[in-house]
């Protein structure tokens, strides 16, 4: 039978004694040694999870995937594993918009990345500089694929509202925000779209702040699988609901910034596409651990959000096999080309093939072609003139100079159009 809530078990015991056998069930299991306990008292009582057959399978089967993404991850070429990455952050970010409502799209981010990338950005005074619409945002989620200097975790409650600021800048106006270095003063409830109370966030401002404090020392636990304190953690900041919005975006943001330890990036660079598609399960989840007789078990919460790692890892999986068979095939189109191409045409073909197959948008600068190729802008320029006079590029801007493979030049590199 599998594992069943002290929801279900109480309506399912029909006997006059069901309420003292529901505090024997949850005595027990709070008291199991493999239980993980938090000391976090909630509503409904201390956040805790058990360790049920079916979540050691869960935290197995997702260990066993994040194998098979590293081993496809190493196998691809610099520049293939660049644009991956890159479009996978610009997805990452529009779909975390897209499940608040907030429009934004890959074009857009790619901008905001673009605007940012010379320049080092902190998060500190996010709320008060201009740059272009989302850039702080993304930023952070491009800092989580630096795996040699990785973003640090917060330590205190103020950091979480620098990063805060960072993501809803260009989504809020400053009517929808608190004071700067502080949470939410007043109630906020959070309704279905019949109008019935889903959840009431935490209250006053103060208990705002210590459960942030003790959802910090959760993260840090080290008592804890890191898989498992970063889901309740995740959990947690939703149910605080320390902002009157914004509560989303920043809750996946840190789930994205805590998973990133213990799991691949491009499993972390996709969760929030994964919840965007699995929406009703997601929200379901918190339901079900809020609900009273559930005392505040966050067992079921946590294999729902397995079993969501889980699909995020098997389109990787799927979507990364693909594109190495295609990328083997672009090789050899590319080693096929006649005489007639120069050893410089044929490396720019494969290097835009790969952004073709790769990356978002399939476009390069001619500056960054320039120092692929390391040669002077001239004689890249000249490549770039040699190929489109074949009809195999097609220039897609002026100024900067920036080109894309035409119809003819993917037919010729073997790529579907």
Same mark, same amino acid.
């Given at each position: 039978?599998?594992?069943?809530?002290?929801?279900?078990?109480?309506?399912?015991?029909?006997?006059?004694?069901?309420?003292?056998?529901?505090?024997?069930?949850?005595?027990?299991?709070?008291?199991?040694?493999?239980?993980?306990?938090?000391?976090?008292?909630?509503?409904?009582?201390?956040?805790?999870?058990?360790?049920?057959?079916?979540?050691?399978?869960?935290?197995?089967?997702?260990?066993?995937?994040?194998?098979?993404?590293?081993?496809?991850?190493?196998?691809?070429?610099?520049?293939?594993?660049?644009?991956?990455?890159?479009?996978?952050?610009?997805?990452?970010?529009?779909?975390?918009?897209?499940?608040?409502?907030?429009?934004?799209?890959?074009?857009?981010?790619?901008?905001?990345?673009?605007?940012?990338?010379?320049?080092?950005?902190?998060?500190?005074?996010?709320?008060?500089?201009?740059?272009?619409?989302?850039?702080?945002?993304?930023?952070?989620?491009?800092?989580?694929?630096?795996?040699?200097?990785?973003?640090?975790?917060?330590?205190?409650?103020?950091?979480?509202?620098?990063?805060?600021?960072?993501?809803?800048?260009?989504?809020?106006?400053?009517?929808?925000?608190?004071?700067?270095?502080?949470?939410?003063?007043?109630?906020?409830?959070?309704?279905?779209? %019949?109008?019935?109370?889903?959840?009431?966030?935490?209250?006053?401002?103060?208990?705002?702040?210590?459960?942030?404090?003790?959802?910090?020392?959760?993260?840090?636990?080290?008592?804890?699988?890191?898989?498992?304190?970063?889901?309740?953690?995740?959990?947690?900041?939703?149910?605080?609901?320390?902002?009157?919005?914004?509560?989303? %975006?920043?809750?996946?943001?840190?789930?994205?910034?805590?998973?990133?330890?213990?799991?691949?990036?491009?499993?972390?660079?996709?969760?929030?596409?994964?919840?965007?598609?699995?929406?009703?399960?997601?929200?379901?989840?918190?339901?079900?651990?809020?609900?009273?007789?559930?005392?505040?078990?966050?067992?079921?919460?946590?294999?729902?959000?397995?079993?969501?790692?889980?699909?995020?890892?098997?389109?990787?999986?799927?979507?990364?096999?693909?594109?190495?068979?295609?990328?083997?095939?672009?090789?050899?189109?590319?080693?096929?080309?006649?005489?007639?191409?120069?050893?410089?045409?044929?490396?720019?073909?494969?290097?835009?093939?790969?952004?073709?197959?790769?990356?978002?948008?399939?476009?390069?600068?001619?500056?960054?072609?320039?120092?692929?190729?390391?040669?002077?802008?001239?004689?890249?320029?000249?490549?770039?003139?040699?190929?489109?006079?074949?009809?195999?590029?097609?220039?897609?801007?002026?100024?900067?100079?920036?080109?894309?493979?035409?119809?003819?030049?993917?037919?010729?590199?073997?790529?579907?159009?």
């Amino acid at each position: 039978m599998a594992y069943p809530t002290l929801e279900k078990l109480f309506y399912k015991d029909a006997s006059s004694e069901r309420f003292q056998h529901h505090e024997e069930q949850l005595k027990l299991r709070l008291e199991s040694e493999s239980t993980f306990r938090t000391g976090i008292e909630l509503e409904n009582g201390e956040l805790f999870c058990a360790v049920p057959r079916e979540l050691s399978l869960a935290n197995e089967l997702v260990l066993r995937r994040e194998r098979r993404v590293s081993a496809l991850w190493r196998s691809l070429p610099t520049v293939a594993l660049g644009a991956y990455l890159r479009g996978l952050i610009l997805d990452e970010v529009v779909s975390s918009n897209e499940i608040e409502g907030v429009h934004s799209t890959r074009r857009q981010i790619e901008i905001a990345l673009e605007s940012a990338e010379s320049a080092e950005v902190s998060t500190e005074g996010a709320a008060e500089r201009e740059h272009a619409p989302f850039r702080e945002f993304a930023l952070l989620y491009l800092g989580l694929t630096d795996r040699d200097n990785p973003p640090a975790q917060p330590q205190a409650p103020l950091d979480i509202r620098n990063i805060y600021d960072a993501i809803v800048r260009d989504a809020l106006d400053k009517r929808g925000r608190v004071a700067p270095g502080h949470f939410r003063t007043g109630p906020v409830v959070i309704e279905d779209h %019949r109008g019935k109370e889903l959840h009431r966030g935490v209250n006053p401002e103060s208990k705002v702040v210590d459960l942030l404090t003790q959802m910090i020392a959760l993260e840090q636990s080290v008592d804890i699988p890191e898989i498992n304190s970063a889901l309740l953690a995740h959990f947690l900041f939703e149910y605080i609901h320390p902002f009157y919005d914004g509560n989303g %975006r920043t809750g996946r943001y840190l789930l994205a910034l805590n998973l990133s330890r213990p799991l691949s990036t491009a499993t972390v660079l996709s969760l929030s596409r994964i919840i965007a598609e699995n929406k009703t399960p997601y929200y379901k989840a918190f339901d079900v651990t809020e609900r009273r007789l559930n005392c505040s078990e966050a067992t079921h919460f946590v294999m729902a959000m397995l079993d969501l790692i889980g699909k995020a890892q098997e389109q990787i999986i799927e979507d990364l096999e693909g594109k190495g068979a295609a990328l083997t095939r672009l090789s050899q189109q590319v080693n096929q080309l006649d005489e007639s191409y120069t050893d410089r045409e044929r490396d720019l073909l494969f290097y835009l093939g790969q952004l073709t197959l790769f990356g978002a948008f399939g476009e390069i600068k001619m500056a960054e072609a320039a120092s692929y190729l390391n040669v002077s802008a001239p004689t890249a320029r000249k490549t770039f003139e040699s190929l489109s006079g074949r009809d195999l590029l097609v220039r897609v801007s002026e100024r900067p100079a920036i080109y894309r493979l035409s119809r003819l030049g993917k037919e010729a590199l073997g790529i579907p159009d």
